[in-house]
């Protein structure tokens, strides 16, 4: 069956400190993957998203991904975290089919 | 341009009542997917509609139906309410049936329902 696993529900960074959320996959083939964001009681903002072609994937908001053949895995990178970054953060998949996602890593940024 | 838009915002429910949840896609988008997203867990496919038809379909039980109309705005109901269907319902759309190459789905606000 299709998967998406985010092995840590929540992770705190220091403010101006480096990110990197992780996400694995589990899919026949090579799957479209997105990472999306959410911030309480809202809904959700595409933050990048693979296709195909170059690996590392840029988005919004300073925020890349790479995708990792290898590992079956998209893990989500920003190089210094601004406090408005705490947010729910979801990574998906689509085979085009529904979008599965996982159930998310929790962020959380302090002084 | 308006994007996805859902109504109500919020929504309390007693157990066993109907519910109906409503949503307008964004203009030109021809697909409208429903997701359940219960708290702590990650958004949950219930239904897919494109051009009026359904196209998936979650695993979820008889008391969930959906519904699109000529104009492209869908309709999400649910019978019978149980305590578990207690969630947020996220509203999505798409210009293409499913998530793929060069579309993405775009998400609304959602609609929180708690039934008691």
């Known amino acids: 069956a299709q998967s998406v696993t985010q092995p840590d529900i929540h992770i705190t960074v220091s403010e101006g400190a480096s990110l990197e959320l992780r996400c694995n996959y589990s899919?026949?083939?090579?799957?479209?993957l997105f990472w999306y964001v959410q911030s309480p009681g809202q809904g959700l903002q595409l933050l990048l998203k693979y296709f195909s072609g170059d690996t590392l994937v840029q988005g919004i908001k300073g925020f890349e991904a790479e995708f990792k053949r290898s590992q079956s895995s998209f893990n989500l990178r920003k190089p210094s975290v601004h406090w408005s970054d705490a947010a729910e953060y979801f990574c998906a998949a689509s085979g085009n089919t529904p979008l599965v996602f996982g159930k998310g890593t929790r962020l959380s940024v302090i002084a | 341009d308006a994007g996805v838009t859902q109504s109500p915002t919020h929504l309390i429910k007693t157990r066993g009542q109907h519910v109906t949840l409503r949503c307008s896609p964004i203009s030109g988008h021809k697909s409208v997917s429903w997701y359940q997203q219960v708290l702590g867990q990650g958004p949950q496919f219930i239904f897919q509609y494109y051009e009026k038809e359904e196209r998936g379909r979650g695993n979820f039980p008889d008391r969930f139906s959906a519904r699109q109309f000529p104009n492209y705005s869908s309709e999400l109901n649910v019978n019978a309410l149980l305590l578990g269907d207690s969630a947020l319902y996220l509203c999505a759309s798409s210009f293409s049936p499913h998530s793929g190459a060069n579309t993405e789905a775009f998400f609304g606000q959602g609609t929180r329902l708690t039934v008691v």
């Open positions: 899919y026949g083939a090579t799957p479209y």
